[in-house]
Antibody, heavy 119, light 112 residues
């Protein structure tokens, strides 16, 4: 059974950092790309970053470039999202999602982890 | 960036009646292989989003056949043939043709 479990969220002061984790089971990360999507309170879905199955090609939405870093550890079958210089507007539920076999997308989602940026 | 625009944003429906959501993209989503990289997702209350339909590969596993997706290029439609109470939630279209991947604003389906 394919499953994604996010962790690492919490309450952080502005300017702080967090590393979110997404543990995958039921499939191998090296065969699929992975995505991070966030949802601010009461708002819609916002794509943040993706890492392709080669683990090399990475893409980000413009306004997180330089602050967010997506990576993966194949030995742990886990994807990460490192978030630096946190701002109030980064407050959101962060979901990881798995690509379908042949293209970008989100065919399986985790339950999300909540990041709250507050002083 | 490709802008995705959904309508309506709120959709009250009587159980058993059909429902339709429109999604328009600011650029064609048709790729060189002839596929439209357009997905529909639903986020039910208190849950994570889940994939409903990918236009290039059809309904996701477990999705009832009363859900259907159509369209090509820049105009797309999600149809529910007979709405049930369990269909309450927010429906999003999303383009996966190019980065940044972008979502529509969401359409909130509610039961009358």
């Amino acid at each position: 059974q394919v499953r994604l479990v996010e962790s690492g969220g919490g309450v952080v002061q502005p300017g702080g950092s967090l590393r979110l984790s997404c543990a995958a089971s039921g499939f191998t990360l090296t065969n699929y790309g992975m995505q991070w999507v966030r949802q601010a309170p009461g708002r819609g879905l916002e794509w943040v970053a993706l890492i392709e199955n080669d683990g090399i090609n990475k893409y980000y939405v413009d306004y997180v470039k330089g602050r967010f870093t997506i990576s993966r550890d194949s030995s742990k079958n886990t994807v990460y999202l490192e978030i630096n210089s946190l701002r109030a507007e980064d407050t959101a539920v962060y979901y990881c999602a798995k690509d379908p076999p042949t293209r970008w997308g989100m065919d399986v989602w985790g339950k999300g982890t909540t990041v709250t940026v507050s002083s | 960036d490709i802008v995705m625009t959904q309508s309506p944003l709120s959709l009250p429906v009587t159980p058993g009646e059909p429902a339709s959501i429109s999604c328009r993209s600011s650029q064609s989503l048709l790729n060189s292989k002839g596929y439209n990289y357009l997905d529909w997702y639903v986020q039910k209350p208190g849950q994570s989003p889940q994939l409903l339909i990918s236009l290039d590969s059809g309904r996701a596993s477990g999705v009832p056949d009363r859900f259907s997706g159509s369209g090509s290029g820049t105009d797309f439609t999600l149809k529910i043939s007979r709405v049930e109470a369990e269909d309450v939630g927010v429906y999003y279209c999303m383009q996966a043709l190019q980065t940044p991947i972008t979502f529509g604003q969401g359409t909130r389906l509610e039961i009358k």
